[in-house]
């Protein structure tokens, strides 16, 4: 069997973790230990992220021709791909909280939604919070007026002496 086509299910495999990928990040990781790279595997495992080492050769062949080619000129020495197919910024979120105690570790680049930066823009995406985080400040922003209203209501009331609601009075019970 000829090299290639022993190559081509790795290719296909690579494929098949990018195909609907929300974000694609190229990581150096060469001079981590066991130990901190357990903890970066285990923490991106955790929120939905595939972290893998290929071949260089094979994840240039199975992005010719996505929207994940921009990665190519990130494909030079030791590469791990953080692929997310649900949150596009975790991948990089997670990498960047990692590299301020492990200091080998570092973003290449990445594509996130579509979109190709650089080492040097990766501390943008890596500092945008993740998707439950923002959908909690967006409802709260949502909540405080409406919350602000009803307290100002309720002291409007209060001073006009109507106060809270009076209780229901019992009906006296038939004899």
Known sequence: ????????????EIK??????????AVKYLGINVDDDTKLRKELRENG???KVYKNTLIKRAI????????EPDLEGPTALAVSKTDATAP????AKYMKTIKPLELKGGIVEGTYYPAS???????IPGREELLSRLL?????PITNFARVLNQIAEKNGEG????????????
Do not use: H, N
């Open 49 to 51: 992220v595939v972290y």
């Open 64 to 71: 010719a021709g996505t929207e994940f080619a921009g990665l």
């Open 121 to 127: 823009q990766m501390d943008a995406i890596a500092a």
């Open 140 to 144: 709260g922003s949502l909540q405080s």
């Open 1 to 12: 069997m000829a090299k290639v086509e022993l190559k081509q299910p790795i290719v296909d």
């Open 92 to 95: 990089a979120r997670i990498v």
């Open 16 to 25: 098949s973790v990018m195909d609907g990928a929300q974000s694609v990040i």
């Open 164 to 175: 809270a609601a009076p209780a229901a009075e019992e009906a006296p019970a038939a004899e």
